[in-house]
């Protein structure tokens, strides 16, 4: 008897959507296999809480192999794709590795973008991989030490003083830890330096933060930064950042900040990969490197190409391409799931519909805002909800447990249990010591 | 009114023996300054854990700082000691900075030795640091990867290979993890491969492992050992190591084995500062590079210099000298920092003695080896007992908890949350892929 046909598909990317698409594709005779750089799911949404010591890496991340282990009709494989062949139908990886596909998945995502300012990268790290959230944490800690030692006092002033690019989810997120971690965390801590003293300055190009919310919420943010005592610039454009320094210009003044530590939470671009699969299939991609595709998210004239994520310009119902985030790629997963199945079944799928169910963002301890259909939540109860729904989110059982507990001790004595230096910081500026 | 007189206390490491001085020094009029390359004290006992993903590194290390914190007398620098100026009593730190003493701690520690074969340590990593630690995990779980991969049958079965050089408490400890790893964590989670295909090799150039324990000790782990499926291989020595491969000379018979990954726990040998420090003062460091002490702890002619902990060569009441463990540098500590107590208040001390408790070694999940003064216990109840003893003696309640139940979750589900293969490694060696 000869054995079923079986269907391959290869997913490139372990993120939020290929990993729903690996886990949806239940069908025996479909032979998937997931491609990734790393061995594990990261848990991006609290990627900042890693880079500020509130949690431990493998608190936000879930091994691959192991979320996947009971899927016998799927296997990882840990590897950098160089190349998609989109005539031979092989994805091909750095070591000389081919993996041929029936249909592809592509879900490279995202990195974050210095706008042709690529030299900036060093000094100003962004926060999308565990590595940049442990070189994020190296840096801000690093800098306290470095200010408890010091004997210059504007030394010690650029060493307290923390500039973060971009006031989206991420920038305010990382403002309100930094805050929570100077003020509370590091209170007892040293004893030639007051943490304290550190100034958060947020800078924002456009007119306001969380530009994304209804006003009122907005107000909400910004009282709740004010608190905080982070310092909002917005309708600010960073135009230079050198070490120690950074560039500001608030509509015609320029304004020269002496500053040790600038963190960049400004904007994302797509994975070079998209390029790639653009050329080769004959599309053009976007502005920030998305690929764009059609309702059912295959590229035209490619229906065994799928692109789901932040890599892919889908557009929503308004027209405009849906944003980058855990929602959205995790539907598109599903549906490329579906779309799969059905076409094996040699059923018709009705074009992908996003369903928003609403967004949130957190400001500090206690504070966030959210917008949950029509729903506007504010202040503590928004912080409980957006509690429970990433605990809710957070794939594995084991990791959910020990998140809470980490999180509740954490709430509970204000302290930082992963506040940990370690390994070699990619921050080559040298130290300036003193006698004290 | 004059303030009271201050005594300047330095102490130079925050491991077992510096941070029990440092946190037994209350006095307000003693001035502590504590000196480490790191910001956390590491719980070394653990550290096989971290190396086989068991455990995250937060779990092991609390910040020296949250430790210190409520210690109003007692600052902590980060810093990198490279001089010991013994007539200015000065610490001079790489950067320039200077800390002057009336009375030095030297707890500076000891890293493994390669017994002169230093270029050893970039093919054989050892486990002294959390980098050593996450060193070895990226080696140990990069290679099932590999092995998942490849198509070459010798190559997927030296990545399979695992060679444990030295069947100390480390060895035996990592040999047993590994088999753990390989037998338990992974089962289900390769395709290509079965992880228990794994062959794991102890090798041991003594006669037994654990030689400081009783013969029915170590028959009862070597039992063990053989249940979990370690080869075990005494009365061999490892002549050469290479990339790939590993030379065996058990007396006089040479044996080649193929092997990708290589790890390192024969020895230690004490920190450099020893050897700077015995010059300086006169004495001449052992073998093994530590200083020989008074019965006082202190150097010979020089009452203001105490070295405790791995670096010191303390005699034991039989003669030898006292073993490199926690227990031995925390009484030294406690005992170092009476004895700057009583000086201060003209009081006499009478000489160091060590308080032997007991020992124990971990062979693999639910079975150990103890030595409790005259008690001798093994299998599951020494596990019990050691789990006590370990989860006591970690410092952080925080962490304490945590640790409790990533144990207790990874010993009922047999799943390992934390092995995440990140950052760099130092293993350099080409993939070979190949199209399976």
Redesign the interface.
Known sequence: MPSPPTHRVVIIGGGFGGLKAAVKLRRPSVEVTLIDK???HLFQPLLYQVATGQL????I?A?L??VL??R?NC?????DVVEIDVKSRVVR??????APYDTLIVAAGSRHSYFGRDDWEALAPGLKT??DA?EMRHRV??AF?RA??TIDPSERKALLTFVIVGAGPTGVELAGALSEVAWHT?K?????INPSEAQILLVEAGPKPLEIYPEPLIEAAQRDLARLHVTLRTNTRVTQIEPEWVTLDAGGTIEQVHAHTVLWAAGVQASPLGKQLAAATGVETDRAGRVPVQPDLTIAGHPEIIVIGDLANCAGENGKPLPGLAPVAMQQGEYAARLIDNRLEGHQTAPFRYRDWGSMAVIGRGSAIGLLRRWQVKGFIAWLTWLFIHLMSIM?F??R??VL??WG?SYL?R?????????ESQDQRP??????
Chains 1, 2 share one sequence.
């Open positions: 790393r061995n594990f431990s890496p493998a608190n991340a091994p192999r192991s282990r009971r016998r296997r990882v494989w840990l590897g990886l750095r070591d000389g590795a081919e565990i590595e442990t800690l690093d030490e408890e030692r590091l007892h801590d040293f004893r030639s594995q084991q990791n447990v020990l507990i980490q001790s004595f302290s930082r249990s992963a506040r940990l230096i370690t390994g130290t300036q010591g003193g006698t004290p």
